[in-house]
């Protein structure tokens, strides 16, 4: 495919998508929905890690209500069941480590594509917000299951019908993204962890990918069963091997991811 509406670069195992209308505060039209689809299906294939940003001042403002498919016949259950969706799954199911680097505003359904990725980075200076009850609407594009899973169902619950903006440093605080960085650091500090994550033992993160996210519906027993399931798969690769040769040869351990 060739990309119009996001950027593609692929480097040392790091792929980085980025939305790229930064005159519409990258929106997303059917046509990015699809590229983005395509992107992180490509690079859960080609990287070990990747990122996903936005050009310009804005990660993303939500759907593009100029978009020429939203005017008058918009049929939003088949927009988010036969588009978003399949742009959600990509990034969500993505088998190697995910980041969202939000560099500024995500609002609406561009909120909640950063909430797909496995860590969200933020610069201070961003926000979130859940737009949708401003024009009547509800969240979606998976807001109502990533908001309390990550934040509480009562800093959900008022972020969905106050539609409030959530600061950067709020959204730390709460347990909504994992750090919020100054404006003048974002760059670089986004970049030194995706790096480590391209770097890192590729089987291992996917294991803890699904541990931690299967943990939510099962027991005790059976984490435990599923844990020690996948541990033994991360015990048979060569990543443990180099990485248990370093540790007892005091030195920085060379992954392969696999």
Not at 167 to 175: E, I, L
Request: overall charge negative; some cysteine.
């Amino acid at each position: 495919m060739e990309y119009k509406e996001i950027l593609f670069s692929l480097e040392d195992g790091l792929a980085v998508v980025t939305l790229n209308r930064p005159t519409k505060m990258n929106a997303l039209t059917g046509l990015t929905r699809a590229e983005i689809t395509h992107a992180m299906q490509r690079a859960g294939k080609e990287a070990r890690a990747v990122v996903l940003t936005g050009e310009g001042k804005s990660f993303c403002s939500g759907q593009d209500l100029s978009d020429a498919a939203s005017q008058g016949k918009l049929d939003l259950e088949r927009t988010l069941r036969d588009e978003y969706t399949p742009m959600l799954e990509a990034i969500y199911n993505c088998p190697v480590p995910t980041i969202a680097a939000v560099n500024g505003p995500a609002a609406g359904a561009g909120a909640n594509l950063a909430l797909a990725a496995d860590v969200v980075i933020a610069t201070e200076s961003a926000y979130f917000m859940q737009a949708f009850a401003r024009i009547g609407l509800m969240p979606d594009a998976g807001g109502t299951w990533f908001m309390p899973r990550q934040m509480g169902m009562a800093k959900a619950m008022g972020a969905a019908l106050f539609a409030d903006k959530i600061s950067a440093k709020q959204a730390s605080d709460w347990g909504m993204i994992w750090e919020a960085i100054p404006d003048a650091e974002f760059d670089g500090h986004w970049r030194a962890r995706a790096a480590y994550l391209a770097a890192g033992p590729t089987r291992a993160f996917g294991a803890i990918k699904t541990a931690i996210r299967d943990g939510y519906g099962n027991s005790l027993p059976e984490q435990l069963s599923e844990e020690a399931h996948l541990q033994g798969q991360c015990g048979k690769t060569r990543d443990f091997m180099e990485g248990v040769t370093a540790f007892m040869e005091k030195r920085p351990a060379k992954f392969e991811g696999r």
